[in-house]
Nanobody, 122 residues
Framework: QVRLVESGGGLVQAGGSLRLSCAAA???????MGWFRQAPGKEREFVAA????????YYAESLKGRFTISSDNAKNTVSLQMSSMEPEDTAVYYC????????????????WGQGTQVTVSS
């Protein structure tokens, strides 16, 4: 069992930055950790993921260069640094434990956090 708890969401102006954190507990060492997001009326989409060793990452192509995922194994946390934010980044952001490295679909997720709201104002 894996428990994921997100924090750090909120309201930010366009062009600003925000950092999300995900605290993981349980048997998560075999999972790839990632972030997804879901905007109103849209499907949940992949954002970024990192191997639990923290040595490998991959991103949604459209978000490369603006978003950075990282992990702190000592603190059992995964973070998502978002910069140059746009109103289109407004969504609920979910921390996720993915079954295999390289996968990007919600069907590849075994565990989800409860989500944290991010709103970008124009």
């Amino acid at each position: 069992q894996v428990r994921l708890v997100e924090s750090g969401g909120g309201l930010v102006q366009a062009g600003g930055s925000l950092r999300l954190s995900c605290a993981a507990a349980g048997s998560f060492s075999k999972y790839t950790m990632g972030w997804f997001r879901q905007a109103p009326g849209k499907e949940r989409e992949f954002v970024a993921a990192i191997s639990w060793t923290g040595t490998m990452t991959y991103y949604a192509e459209s978000l490369k260069g603006r978003f950075t995922i990282s992990s702190d194994n000592a603190k059992n946390t995964v973070s998502l640094q978002m910069s140059s934010m746009e109103p289109e980044d407004t969504a609920v952001y979910y921390c996720a434990a993915l079954r295999l490295f390289g996968l990007t679909t919600p069907q590849a997720v075994d565990y989800w956090g409860q989500g944290t709201q991010v709103t970008v104002s124009s």
